[in-house]
């Protein structure tokens, strides 16, 4: 047997690995995440084992023994390492790109180094020295000693303040310095991104149901139970109120705690929230920071400095040393899946990763996913429920539009009379609204009224969007080219945008509201760093009175001033090429709805739609989900869907359309061959029904000039969908005839290719 080794973990590149055999001795005790001794050159150093394997890479007679397991491993990092091998076994992919995930900050960066100035005399000398310097006209150096005499005693001047406010030059503090006068103290410290934060106290009180939850919870640890829990609560219910208080527990029994949250757009209301009970304990993670910030904060976290982190997926592999508790906000969300390979579910990583660590996971939601209410109800996860706001605030006043009806009575306007007449009354009142569209850009796609032409990329089998400034985009590649003045394909003058954006429907909100303040949300609006920050903190303060946005304004915002959200086109993500389609609808209709009402003033909703009598309309407006649940649930066992039964996706990609073609029907031939090898080798009790559906063209056959097909597999048996996986992955590193075609997985994928 053999073990392949990396030998640093923090370095860029982590595709550079070594291979040893293992002694008899140590056959039982060397696994993935093990640290070990190794001969390297004429040295011995340390090593991690990511792979154990019977297949030698070289000669084994050339090939070197393990001198040992490490006794003083980092535990941490070998844990990190056990987790990446569980990742590319249950997800598939190579061990690098599974390493490459769990160990997201490689690269050390630039130390922050901070400088400061203070006295090394005492201030009857250092004003003696300033006396001199006035008689001698030595300006500067007067203004540097005068602020340090007026400072408190033992303070320091930052240097940047002394050679900006005080404009001292460098070689005057120099020159003091090398006189003996003053010293220059450098410090090296952490980047801490939070530390900006001021808020108010943490002065809240769990009401009973809250307290139900955690103590419920709290009761299972000390029986020395490890549970997932699944905590399902309407919005403004106080599930974070829940956490925090769970955190507290963690925090006081001397583990740590991991916060996932579904968007970066949440980071700065929830930090807010935390930072006001935890102080400084607390620090995120994402990628709107600097290489220098991430590197810090996983540092900080390395070495005990903080013991709360808060982020989107990635925060999920912070290197804590005794993690206890890992928190999932709004499990629901899509955002918890990856969308690169390995294309793993951060709900079943953090289950995984919290059994490793003896840690509990807790998942929250007012609109559950079906996969995690259906295993809550069949006693995999325990389910726990807020069925109350907080204070018993009334849950909004829900309506429905028919924008079928609105066109019938003459109203062509995006807006729905209704929702007009209710943005006035906010608009007098000095109450703030929401409007949600998930759409960005001005127009969904160009089309020519006469012929049926739709502008597409050259380049991917999608539609342009237009966008603000003359141009259409490809969403898909980057694609840019200026919006056509008529039809490319017959000429005619009618070729006009389809739907409106985000953008279109601000011009048209301040059209029609001209004494209205407006803000927009959207992925165009916020790509600098502080974006996101600035917006809700200005919506926040009441700078506008209405926010126009996409999918990001309606997770998890907490404004109290907010009594109105309209919904513009409930149905644009339902009738769409995924099973998941309702479910998606009825989760963003019931957080949208959440965000109206959850101050003292009670909320209004509309919802807009040309599909009202849709289960997945009529149940979020009424906010049940018991009977949404129900009717999807059913639909589901109908259709062996997840998480009824299990999916696999494999996805074929090539530049060659051809060898695309060739790999998918090889793929689906092997997958083929080992459903009747195992049919033949099973009584019909014991054997699982494997469907297998394709080859076929993706969703989107091209992107980027790269081909792309899909082969899905269906099964109630989760391993079975894994040895294929593997005959797979074997049989197509094997074949070095198509050079050009990749292959990734996906199980039980959350949107379609």
């Known amino acids: 047997m053999y073990a392949n080794v990396i030998v640093d ?35 011995t150093i340390a090593g991690y084992v990511i792979e154990v394997t019977d297949k030698p890479e070289y000669d084994p007679a050339r090939t070197k023994p393990l001198i040992g397991i490490k006794a003083d491993s980092v535990a941490v990092e070998a844990k990190l390492i056990a987790l990446a091998a569980w990742i590319r076994r249950n997800y598939g992919s190579t061990m690098n790109q599974a390493l490459k995930t769990v160990i997201p900050v490689k690269k050390q960066a630039k130390e922050q180094v901070s400088r400061s100035i203070a006295l090394k005399i005492d201030k009857v000398k250092a004003r003696a020295q300033l006396a001199l310097c006035e008689a001698k006209k030595q300006k500067a150096k007067a203004r540097l000693f005068r602020a340090l005499i007026d400072a408190d005693d033992g303070a320091r001047l930052e240097y940047s303040f002394v050679t900006g406010k005080l404009s001292v030059s460098a070689a005057t503090i120099r020159a003091l310095e090398q006189s003996g006068f003053i010293e220059v103290i450098t410090q090296s410290g952490y980047r801490n991104p939070v530390e900006h934060m001021s808020v108010d106290t943490y002065d809240k009180v769990l009401n009973a149901a809250q307290q139900s939850v955690v103590d419920a919870i709290e009761g299972d640890i000390a029986a020395g139970l490890r549970n997932t829990y699944l905590i399902k609560g309407v919005t403004g219910s106080g599930k974070t109120e829940v956490y925090m208080e769970l955190i507290a527990h963690c925090i ?31 620090s995120i993670i994402n990628s709107r920071l600097s290489n220098g910030e991430r590197y810090d904060q996983f540092e900080r976290a390395k070495n005990g400095d903080i013991d709360i982190m808060i982020g989107p997926r990635s925060a999920l592999f912070t290197p804590f040393s005794n993690l206890g508790l890992i928190i999932i906000d709004e499990e629901h969300e899509n955002s918890y899946k990856s969308e690169s390979v390995p294309r793993y579910h951060a709900r079943e990583v953090a289950i995984e990763y919290a059994r490793m660590s003896d840690a509990i996971v807790v998942l929250g939601s007012a609109t559950p996913s079906v996969d995690s ?70 127009s969904a796609f160009m089309s020519c009224r006469a012929c049926g032409f739709v502008v597409k990329c050259p380049h991917c089998d999608v539609s342009l969007s237009e966008h603000s400034g003359g141009v259409m985009v490809c969403h898909y590649c980057g694609y840019r080219q200026p919006v056509p003045k008529v039809c490319p394909s017959c000429g005619s003058k009618y070729i006009s ?113 040309y599909d009202p009598d849709h289960y997945a309309i009529r149940t979020a407006k009424e906010q049940d989900y018991e009977a949404f649940y129900d009717k999807e649930i059913e639909y589901r066992r109908l259709m062996n869907y997840p998480p009824v039964w299990n999916m696999l996706l494999v996805h074929v990609t090539s530049p060659d359309e051809s060898e695309c073609s060739s790999m998918a029907q090889q793929v689906y031939d092997i997958a083929l061959q080992m459903i009747s090898h195992t049919d033949e080798n099973q009584s019909p009790d014991d054997r699982h029904l494997i469907q297998l559906i394709g080859p076929a063209d993706a969703t989107i056959a091209k992107v980027n000039d790269i081909y792309r097909k899909v082969i899905y597999m269906k099964t109630s048996d989760y391993a079975a969908l894994i040895s294929i996986k593997d005959v797979i992955e074997q049989a197509v590193k094997a074949d070095t005839a198509m050079k050009h075609a990749n292959i990734s997985f996906d199980f039980n994928p959350m949107s379609g290719f």
């Open 9 to 43: 973990i923090s370095h860029e590149k982590l595709d550079k690995t070594f291979q040893y055999s293992i002694p008899d001795e140590l056959l039982c005790d060397i696994r993935p995440g093990v640290c070990v001794d190794i001969p390297f050159g004429s040295r």
């Open 252 to 282: 006081q029994s001397g583990r740590q705690a991991i916060v996932l949250i579904p968007e970066i757009a949440l980071t700065y209301q929830t930090v807010m929230r935390f930072f006001a009970r935890f102080g400084n304990r607390v």
């Open 373 to 442: 209410y259906y295993k809550a109800k069949t006693g995999v996860y325990r389910l726990l429920e807020l069925d109350k706001r907080v204070d018993d605030r009334p849950l909004p006043k829900c309506e429905v539009v028919d924008l079928r009806q609105e066109l019938r009575e003459g109203n062509s306007s995006i807006l729905s009379t209704r929702l007009q007449e209710l943005m006035e009354e906010r608009l007098l009142n000095g109450q703030q609204t929401m409007l949600f569209l998930n759409r960005r850009g001005k």
């Open 497 to 609: 945008g389809f739907k409106a954006g985000t953008q279109k429907i601000e011009a048209m909100v301040a059209k029609r509201f001209p004494q209205a303040r407006i803000l927009r949300m959207d992925y165009d609006t916020t790509r600098a760093k502080d974006a996101y920050e600035k917006i809700l903190q200005a919506f926040s303060n009441h700078e506008a009175d209405i926010l126009i946005g996409t999918q990001m304004i309606v997770k998890g915002h907490d404004f109290s001033n907010v009594t109105l959200v309209g919904v513009l086109a409930a149905d644009m993500s339902l009738h769409v090429n995924d099973f998941h389609a309702a479910e998606r609808t009825f989760a963003l209709l019931t957080q949208a709805a959440g965000r109206a009402g959850r101050g003292k003033l009670p909320g209004n909703v509309v919802i807009q739609t």
